[in-house]
């Protein structure tokens, strides 16, 4: 099975400073990867995935950007925050299996992100 | 427009009273739906795959069913353990996944 790790877990950051944030995936290769944003008491906002190194689709246009350097390194990088930026977020991966089946995404823990 | 809604927004059980979590869905072909339970402060924790209309899933106390245009996660004689916030997603025809709000389950010994 698969293991996400993610850091930081909680980061605390004002207004207009750059922020990058790392997630790494262990027990697959070849994943799919996502990014992710949960507001309090909200659903999983879609922000970026990428389906190869290098690849990188993004799902809302805002001041965020993500790379994905290597097979199983992705990461969500900001050059100014913005308050609206705070939130919870999750890194996700779908391991490559069967072709042409819906294959389910696997979650690491999260970092809060707090914008002063 | 592709929507995934789930119901109740928030449930408050008594422990060992059964009942059920609603995901409500539109959205432009079906490929999977997917049920996930999330603990406060921590990444969502995968539970079942669901493919067509018809099929059922069942882990400990949970049980996952599937129609045209709901699936339903019920939850037989709860326990404090399984409080937590439960998610559904759909991944649709042209392979975007679509989150639910979430239920909010509380169950109370």
């Known amino acids: 099975s698969q293991t996400i790790h993610q850091w930081p877990a909680t980061l605390v950051q004002p207004v207009g400073s750059p922020l990058s944030l790392e997630c790494t995936v262990e027990?697959?290769?070849?994943?799919?990867l996502y990014w992710y944003r949960q507001a309090a008491g909200r659903g999983l906002q879609l922000l970026f995935y990428?389906?190869?190194?290098?690849?990188i689709s993004s799902e809302v246009p805002q001041n965020l950007s993500a790379s994905r350097p290597q097979d199983r390194q992705f990461i969500l990088s900001s050059k100014k925050l913005l308050l609206s930026d705070s939130g919870f977020y999750l890194c996700?991966?779908?391991?490559?299996?069967?072709?042409?089946?819906?294959?389910?995404?696997?979650f690491g823990p999260g970092t809060r992100l707090t914008v002063l | 427009e592709d929507q995934v809604t789930q119901s109740p927004e928030a449930l408050r059980l008594q422990e060992g009273e059964s009942s059920s979590l609603n995901c409500s869905y539109t959205?432009?072909?079906?490929?999977?739906l997917f049920w996930y339970r999330q603990d406060p402060g921590k990444g969502p924790e995968f539970l079942f795959t669901?493919?067509?209309a018809g099929e059922e899933k069942e882990k400990e106390r949970l049980k996952a069913t599937l129609t045209k245009k709901e699936s339903f996660l019920h939850i037989t004689a709860p326990k404090p353990e399984d409080s937590a916030t439960y998610l559904c997603?759909?991944?649709?025809?042209?392979?975007?996944?679509?989150f639910g709000p979430g239920t909010s389950l509380s169950v109370i010994p």
């Open positions: 997603a759909v991944k649709t025809s042209y392979d975007k996944v679509i």
């Open positions: 959205v432009s072909g079906l490929r999977g």
């Open positions: 990428s389906v190869g190194i290098g690849q």
């Open positions: 027990g697959t290769s070849n994943p799919n």
């Open positions: 996700a991966s779908t391991p490559r299996r069967l072709a042409g089946v819906p294959n389910e995404q696997f």
């Open positions: 669901l493919y067509s």
